[in-house]
């Protein structure tokens, strides 16, 4: 039962972007887009898949992500990107379900 129900990964990543464009609110709060030099991140997400058990599933998993963003001012942390990230799934499951009308 167990053998064929719990499935594990590991997944390292990296980008590099270079001219990327970032929307960011001016002194009046208005956004207004504003140029990167360099973009790029790197990292690692890692998590566990079990079931299916009759009717349900579920999904849990954690993503860690070191993303820098330079421009000619500021060299910092990327905006708009987490350093941690967890999610977790547990959908139910209907192999028998009928299309709705």
């Known amino acids: ?6 499935f594990g990964f590991f997944t390292y990543f990296q980008w590099h972007v270079n001219g990327k464009i970032q929307w960011q609110p001016d002194e009046n709060c208005r956004y207004r887009p504003v140029n990167l030099d360099r973009f790029g991140g790197k990292g690692w997400e890692t998590g566990l898949k079990i079931g299916p058990y ?4 579920f999904s849990l998993s ?8 330079e ?9 708009y990107t ?3 990230q967890f ?4 959908p139910i499951l ?8």
């Open 54 to 57: 009759g009717d349900a599933a």
């Open 87 to 90: 999610k977790g799934r547990s």
């Open 94 to 101: 209907q192999a028998s379900a009928s299309p709705p009308r």
């Open 62 to 69: 954690c993503t860690h992500t070191d993303a820098k963003e």
């Open 82 to 84: 987490p350093e941690h």
């Open 71 to 79: 421009n000619a001012f500021v060299s910092r942390r990327a905006t």
């Open 1 to 6: 039962m167990w053998d064929r129900s719990i």
